[in-house]
């Protein structure tokens, strides 16, 4: 269960998995990409061309934000590069508000659906 900010508290049920992400959360779909645990839920996205991470990160955003139904809260983008040997070079982090990898607006939005007699 999980109590979400706002005018009055709404408890819900989410289903997550063991790094505390929706199981339904759309995952990054390369090897070398994941997501990570809190603050800010870093998605990592990595390889040794800068343009195929960006655009892999950018595909997930997508279909990230069509499964939430909004905008994912991306709250930072981080770049980053690791030189030693046998890693891809470019390490690019966007840090997405936790609860909307969680699924929690889309709770929240059945919750409302089903409170409104439908």
């Given at each position: 269960m999980s109590e979400l900010a706002g005018d009055r508290p709404v408890s819900i049920a989410l289903?997550?998995?063991?790094?505390?992400?929706?199981v339904n959360l759309p995952r990054p779909p390369h090897q070398g990409d994941q997501v990570y645990g809190v603050p800010y839920r870093p998605v990592e996205f990595r390889d040794d061309d800068l343009p195929t991470a960006l655009e892999r990160s950018a595909e997930w955003l997508r279909r990230t934000q069509e499964w939430l139904g909004e905008p994912v809260d991306v709250i930072a983008i981080h770049?980053?590069?690791d030189d030693?040997?046998?890693?891809?070079y470019y390490d690019v982090k966007l840090l997405c508000n936790e609860e909307d990898l969680a699924g929690a607006p889309i709770?929240?939005?059945?919750?409302?659906?089903?409170?409104?007699?439908h």
């Open positions: 289903e997550l998995d063991e790094a505390g992400v929706s770049l980053d590069y030693s040997e046998d890693s891809p709770a929240l939005r059945e919750v409302a659906h089903r409170s409104n007699g």
